[in-house]
């Protein structure tokens, strides 16, 4: 388990140990409080294929995250130590096939790194995190106006719950080999019906205010390089990508429906 920390990494470990799979759950500190029975830290930097190396023994599937300048190396130490499966976290863009794009090109290229290292793959493509809606929350603290990008595209966010259960069981099969699986939600939102579900779980009365496109590009690249930014105006502003479209995968998958955004931020009151 790459990414063991992460949105989806966190639930996956969560969802293994529930199995009574046997985990390794990798971190780059190796340092992770309160895991489940099963479960086993390990250090391991993906930038640094040699630190991920002795993790990779007895290991029969991998859960892999994208992106990182070590993946070709560590998919070769993984075949060697032979480990059978691997699940790729991608992204919906990598359908598109704009290696141009900053985004879309580094998820494409980590699944063509993974198809051609010889383990049987599945990749999981799914759309935007409901869990992006916690960036909202230092405004939310702040005040009732909150400000959000690109006001007027409509986007089927999935939990990353659901993402990993999905996972599981492309880990644990080999029904979904040489698939790769687009992940949503249940509902296409406007970011104004998020915050508007925000503010009725957490009893305030949130305004949305929709910021016109150069005021959306100066505070997305306060936090985030420019190529980034470009690859997120080229989807939702020039249209390049579309996630309003709601699949049936979680359902098909886990035979279950995934979770609605309402259900998502009542499990996530707190974080706001």
């Given at each position: ?70 993946q ?6 993984a ?17 598109t ?13 980590a ?41 007027d595209?409509?986007?089927a ?25 687009e ?9 104004a ?80």
């Amino acid at each position: 388990m790459t990414g063991a920390t992460g949105n989806v990494g966190a639930e996956l470990v969560r969802a293994l140990a529930e199995a009574g799979q046997p985990t390794r759950a990798m971190s780059r500190s190796g340092r992770m409080d309160g895991l489940p029975p099963g479960v086993t830290a390990v250090a391991g930097d993906l930038n640094r294929p040699e630190t991920v190396r002795q993790a990779l023994g007895g290991v029969r599937a991998m859960f892999l995250m994208p992106g990182y300048g070590g993946q070709r190396q560590i998919l070769a130490d993984a075949r060697a130590a032979g480990v059978e499966r691997i699940v790729l976290l991608s992204g919906k863009s990598a359908g598109t096939g704009d290696t141009g794009n900053a985004v879309a090109g580094y998820l494409i290229d980590a699944e063509n790194a993974v198809r051609e290292s010889g383990p049987a793959w599945t990749f999981l493509r799914p759309t935007s995190f409901m869990s992006n809606a916690l960036q909202l929350a230092d405004q939310i603290r702040k005040g009732d106006e909150v400000r959000v990008p690109f006001p007027d595209v409509r986007t089927a966010d999935v939990d990353p719950h659901d993402i990993a259960q999905v996972a599981l069981r492309a880990l644990l099969s080999d029904e979904y080999t040489g698939r790769a699986l687009e992940v949503t939600g249940p509902e296409a939102l406007l970011p104004a019906d998020r915050v508007r579900v925000l503010g009725e779980v957490l009893g305030r009365d949130l305004r949305t205010v929709g910021l016109a496109p150069e005021e959306a590009r100066a505070e997305l690249e306060a936090r985030m390089p420019k190529p980034y930014v470009d690859a997120f105006f080229s989807f939702f502003v020039d249209g390049t990508l579309d996630e309003s479209e709601v699949l049936p995968t979680v359902r098909e998958v886990t035979g279950r429906e995934p979770r609605t955004f309402e259900q998502w931020v009542r499990a996530h009151a707190e974080g706001f």
